[in-house]
């Protein structure tokens, strides 16, 4: 293999493709990159077996070849070089020459039958959704998803597809958020998928505020396709809960406040947490929210906003990051949060969105 290629272009998708290597990987070669020509293509490919990234760059394609190469090292040395043009040749013994005007790297590699294949899903529905609706999607549940290793089914997005409309679902059993939105097309047969937080984030990296990416679903792997990139993933298996059954009814029970002021009021109260003392009181009466914070040892906050309510007076503790993480995603200047009982979960509802978080009791 010889290609000539420059060092901005071949950087920016060396960057794309490292994030899913980890440094704890299980065989030699997932440590590896795969780069390897295709017509007047460079391919360029890692995974971690759960999943798969390609990206393909356009280059000068001299001779054809393929070889994997340790992916640290080879990011390092094509970031620290100066010349912008490099020319990359492998010579016998997976060995590579790195050659700019002025400088070359020796580097070893692997063969590249040792680096595993990825899936490809072939003769299966492709469905077509706007980048930017996506991105959406996935800001508005993403934050809910389960860290806990021990509940595995929740430490991701589940997706369901029915006719013109696609429902995302996240949720750590103390909160859930929930966002369906109507596609430009009809699926003739429901999906559902619950794709991994590890993916989905990456996926979220490479979306732009226009076009569109192809998704695929197969058996137990889903395709995202760019323009120029594929992100490939194995989905969670097991029962996803049913959360229809968690979404309380509509209630006329709620306060309506300016999202921004909230915000920031959670936040400045926020700075007293400890992992001992993470609730924020919210007491409701009138027309007012009294935003207070005690931590024993640290120090006390108290902050007035004004809102718009019938609701009963209320005194009620939330984690402030459960309501911060849905406030900075929604854009709406008001919001309405329905408030029953302090025992009972919030909910916040938006144009197809629901967010039910659960109260903390205070001490």
Known sequence: MKIITNKKDLLEQLHVVQNIISPKATLPVL????????????????TDLDTGITCLLPVEVVEQGAITLPAKRFVEIIRELTDNEITITTRKNNTILIDTENCQFKLL??????????????D????????????????????????DESRYVLSGILINIKNDKITAVATDGRRLAVYTKTLDSNIPKEINAVIPIKAISEINKNLEDEGEVSVVFGNNQALFEFENKTIITRLIEGEFPDYNQVVPRSTEEKIKINR????????RAALLNTPDFQAVKLTISKDKLVVSKTTPDIGESWEELTIKTKNKD????????????VLKNLTDIEIEIELTEAEKPAVVRSNGYVYVVLPMRLT
């Not at 492709?126 to 508005?140: A, E, F, Y």
């Open 109 to 122: 590699g692997l063969p590249k039958e040792e680096f595993p294949k990825l899936p490809e899903l072939k």
């Open 260 to 267: 921004e002021e909230l915000m920031a009021a959670l936040k």
């Open 314 to 325: 209320l005194i009620i503790g939330f984690n402030p990051n459960y309501l911060i993480d």
């Open 31 to 46: 440590s590896n990159l795969l780069i390897e020509t295709k017509n007047n293509n460079l391919k360029i490919i890692s």
């Open 124 to 147: 299966k529905q492709v469905l077509k959704i706007n980048q930017n609706q996506l991105k959406q999607i996935i800001n508005l549940t993403s934050f809910a998803v389960s860290h």
